[in-house]
């Protein structure tokens, strides 16, 4: 029994296909069947059951995946660390998070986390949605990511670092901008630009409309909350997002925009998530714990 083989069972365990692995490792599908195997024979037990469409743990394969990737965690980080101290390096950190996350909360941590830490290496890796960001954490490929909190995630830690209520954004001309406030009676006739369908942000607006009563039209889909922005901007239609840091205009009587408040929307929570947070290397923990002071202020 290897490292090796401890880390290709856990990956044919979360992508539930020996080829999926093979083509990601660029090796065969028998070599892959072969660091399995090696495993079975040194605990006696099978380890994988066949599905018409891949493999799938057994009862007691669940029990050393899990053990398997708690384990390989700590090791991936000390390998990481063992190899910075061996080149000279002062360590780096490396962040998940959507395309436009760095500018609304976390600029400001960067800027002082470069001055505190001039010789640590800041990482930035762009997802379309949490699920990605869980993904890449649990692959060992980023340490920290900066999402929608949502249902709990098996193997991912969350924390939620800031409730963002939720405002729509209309042109200045829009019948709807003199509002004080929508209520959800206003919100049946608006022209709806929609997030992605495997996004938090969708399924909490999905929700949340759903339990008001409320069905909203669509024909624009974006990406991302700043995207949806500028499309309202435009005139394209009607963008219900977060009342984000640095594009908060809430009430703001100048400008193409207006941000009107949506009280009836229960708040967005966003923070982090990692895969333990006692294992997190000192200079992750830094970066993290700067971005939630700055977002607490």
Known sequence: MTFDDLRIFVAVCRAGSLSAVARELSCTQSAVSQHVKRLERATEVRL??????????????????????????????????????????????????????????????????????????????????????FEALAEGAVDLAW????????GIEQRPVVQLPWVLAVRADDPLASRARITPADLSGIRHIRF???????????????????????????????????????GVGHAVVPDLPGQSLTGAPAGPLRFLPLPDLPPLAVGWAVRRWEALTPLARAFADLVGHRRAD
């Open 196 to 234: 992605p369908e495997n996004s938090s942000s969708r399924t909490h607006v999905d929700t949340a409309m759903l339990r008001l009563g409320v069905h909203l039209t669509s024909d624009t889909a974006v990406a991302d909350w700043d995207t949806a922005i500028l499309l309202a901007g435009l």
């Open 147 to 154: 999402v929608t909190i949502g249902r709990p995630v098996r």
């Open 48 to 133: 994988l059951g066949r599905r018409p469409r891949g493999v799938v743990p057994t009862p007691e394969g669940r029990v050393l995946q899990k053990a398997a990737a708690e384990g390989m965690t700590g090791l991936d980080l000390a390998l990481r660390r063992l190899g910075e101290l061996a080149r000279g390096e002062a360590g780096s950190v490396r962040v998940t998070t959507g395309a436009t996350s760095v500018r609304h909360f976390m600029s400001e941590a960067v800027v002082t986390f470069r001055e505190e830490h001039p010789g640590a290496v800041l990482e930035f890796r762009t997802e379309t949605s949490s699920g990605s960001c």
